[in-house]
């Protein structure tokens, strides 16, 4: 179990640049989630996979978002046209294919918007 | 709509006193339960949950969790705290969205200070 790895760590952009950001989940996990978080908040789903296949995403995933599994494996999500309101911490769990298993967090990667 | 509610924004505790860190949540159906812990700059670990069965559950760093169901509560605890534990601790609700699947929801976070 080598952990959900997140690349860049940090990411610091000028508003209006599209920016991607990469997880590779736990190798055995077939769930793969986004979220977003703030300061002084807790996570907000984004979005999540079964394998490849992208079962829910949420009301906060505005058109500029974008995010795919292509292969089951590693996910990539994608902002076009980043905003101020964009800056925040954006995390990526992996889980095995059942509700009642905990998530898996990587250490997320930090946005910041020139 | 599924809710959670994290009361405190801090709690301050003595090491060696005990620890509790409130937790309640709102949701129609059976909920699954979860505490994390989220140190600086880092993702969050998990630290227990409760699904069904007894209302006292046990996990990691010994922690525990009591789901009480007449109060929607699930409060996080430990008989002694450490200077360690101080972090900021989520709480967390899954449960059914109208899609028919589930998904997490987060409380806004209770900062543990154990004060040595």
């Known amino acids: 179990d080598t952990g959900v790895s997140q690349d860049p760590r940090h990411k610091i952009t000028k508003r209006g640049q599209n920016v991607t950001f990469r997880c590779d989940p736990i190798?055995?996990?077939?769930?793969l989630y986004w979220y977003r978080q703030t300061l002084g908040q807790g996570p907000e789903f984004l979005t999540y996979f079964q394998n490849e296949a992208q079962l829910e995403k949420s009301r906060l995933l505005s058109d500029r978002f974008s995010a795919e599994r292509p292969k089951g494996s590693f996910s990539t999500l994608e902002i076009q046209r980043t905003e101020q309101g964009d800056s925040a911490m954006y995390l990526c769990a992996s889980s095995p294919g059942t509700d009642n298993q905990p998530q898996h967090f990587g250490d997320g990667t930090r946005l910041s918007i020139l | 709509a599924q809710s959670v509610a994290q009361p405190e924004d801090q709690v301050n505790v003595a090491e060696g006193n005990p620890l509790t860190v409130k937790c309640t949540y709102s949701?129609?159906?059976?909920?699954?339960l979860f505490w994390y812990v989220q140190y600086p700059n880092r993702g969050l670990q998990f630290l227990l949950k409760y699904i069904t069965g007894d209302n006292l559950v046990k996990g990691s760093y010994g922690f525990e969790a009591e789901f009480n169901k007449s109060q929607t509560s699930f409060h996080l605890k430990k008989p002694s705290a450490l200077v360690s534990d101080s972090a900021l601790y989520f709480c967390a609700v899954s449960a059914f969205m109208d899609t028919g699947r589930r998904a997490l929801t987060f409380g806004s976070g209770t900062r543990l200070q154990v004060q040595p």
């Open positions: 949701v129609s159906g059976n909920p699954y």
């Open positions: 190798s055995e996990h077939n769930r």
